[in-house]
């Protein structure tokens, strides 16, 4: 895609959905965290249905930790990798209390080092929390980037470096939530909607599908 297309696209999801937000459900800062950390190879909608009564039953580090390991994964049980994750969750809310008051650290270096967060987790944090314009590469934004030829790389990392040179400044901070939104619900893996895609005229995939017949 050229700058003038990337631009365009950018402007039209904007101007469709001007304050796009995560669609996982949380009440604080701290909820945040351990949501996106169970979204891991899982959809937001399923972690909600787990997270709702894990948040109800240990809203903070301290009562995360008296809940429990056993008891969290009782929780988050319909989600994948549910064992793992809940060591994770315990872990983290230890450390939180341990060497941050119990409050989610403003830094990339210490969020990667809290258990279960990666540079995508952390990236997510920063961007939901204190709008960092950071790019949160998933699948979906992977897959997106590259079909629509906006930032093509052979990685996550590669494509996030090719989306902060790509990207127009002024729609660094919201970018992410429009990719993954776009790639979520129009250009998905599978029968992607190009009929009823906002950009489907400035992507440069030369095989769309579900189109009208010429």
């Known amino acids: 895609m050229r ?30 965290l351990v949501a996106v950390v169970l979204s891991a190879q899982a ?34 049980k319909t989600i994948g990798l549910f064992r793992n994750k809940a060591r994770n969750v315990f872990a983290l809310s230890h450390q939180l209390l ?8 403003h830094s990339r270096e210490a969020l990667e080092a809290l258990p279960g967060v990666g540079r995508k987790t952390a990236n997510v944090v920063l961007n939901a929390l204190w709008r960092e314009p950071v790019m949160a590469v998933d699948t979906h934004i992977f897959r997106v980037a590259n079909r629509m030829g906006l930032a093509p790389g052979k990685d996550v990392r590669a494509v996030e470096e090719a989306l902060y040179t790509r990207v127009p400044k002024a729609y660094l901070v919201d970018a992410h939530h429009w990719l993954i939104l776009h790639g979520r619900y129009t250009c998905t893996a599978r029968s992607p909607k190009c009929a009823a895609c906002l950009v489907r005229d400035l992507c440069a995939c030369q095989d769309k599908t579900d189109l009208p017949a010429a």
């Open 3 to 32: 700058p003038a297309a990337v631009r365009e696209a950018f402007r039209r999801w904007q101007a469709a959905n001007p304050h796009p937000v995560t669609e996982l459900d949380y009440q604080s800062p701290f909820q945040l």
């Open 43 to 76: 959809t937001d909608k399923s972690v909600n249905l787990a997270t709702r009564g894990l948040f109800a039953a240990a809203p903070t580090p301290e009562a995360m930790i008296t809940l429990g390991e056993a008891d969290i994964a009782a929780h988050i």
């Open 98 to 105: 341990a060497q941050h008051a119990g409050e989610v650290p």
